[in-house]
């Protein structure tokens, strides 16, 4: 973890239009986002290494059919890394690579929670506060490495799919094993009760 206030220390840069208080940061699911500076590809992140993480405080499905808590890519390539907690079809997912080879989801009435998507050993696996709602084998592919966008996805350096879900915390970096999952999810969790916001 930097510190620094600095592109380089992958500050969060808020565009658009985004409430903030003491529960977190709701994204205005138009066009708001969070460019965390954070360049995949070039931080050794990989279809099968990587994890990312997002902590929504908001029940109900996403204002569009199709929309993004967090993520980067190209999807005329079809070449996401990216994570959703609860679109219109009540569906929570996770994009691994390309999409669909290595698109996972799950069925999801509550948007509510800590989503955690995470690749390791040519399996990629998602979570909702600690429990293993999907798993897939992964195909081989490339991730583009544009900037990751939390609050949004970053679809060749522009937003597209605004979230507007209420952000409590998030988290990229490389694949997670199960235990460190679960002691990620532990400390999260008990972070939120800290704070008196957690769902």
């Known amino acids: 973890i ?16 985004w409430t903030h208080s003491a529960t977190g940061a709701i994204p205005n699911g138009i066009n708001s ?20 993480a997002y902590y929504s405080r908001t029940s109900t499905a996403g204002s569009t059919v199709q929309y993004y808590e967090i993520g980067s890519g190209n999807t005329s390539s079809n ?30 009435t509550d948007g509510r929670g800590l989503y955690i998507g995470s690749a390791t050993g040519g399996t990629a696996k998602l979570f ?11 195909s081989p592919f490339t991730i583009t490495d544009y900037d990751l966008y939390i609050g ?9 799919y605004s979230s ?28 939120q009760i800290a704070l008196n916001r957690a769902v």
């Open 33 to 52: 986002y969070a460019n965390t500076h954070l360049k995949p590809l070039s931080q050794g992140i990989t279809y099968n290494n990587n994890h990312i």
């Open 2 to 17: 930097n510190p620094l206030d600095s592109d380089v220390a992958y500050r969060a840069s808020f565009v658009g239009g």
């Open 164 to 191: 507007n879900k209420e952000c409590a915390f998030s988290s990229i970096g490389f694949g997670l094993t199960d235990a460190e999952l679960a002691a990620l999810t532990t400390a999260v969790q008990n972070l």
């Open 79 to 108: 070449n996401n890394l990216s994570l959703w907690t609860r679109r219109q079809a009540n569906t929570a997912g996770y994009d691994s690579g390309n999409f669909p080879s290595n698109r996972q989801t799950a069925i999801n």
């Open 128 to 138: 909702k506060n600690g429990s293993q709602i999907s798993s897939k084998s992964l």
């Open 152 to 160: 949004g996805f970053n679809e060749l350096d522009n937003v597209f």
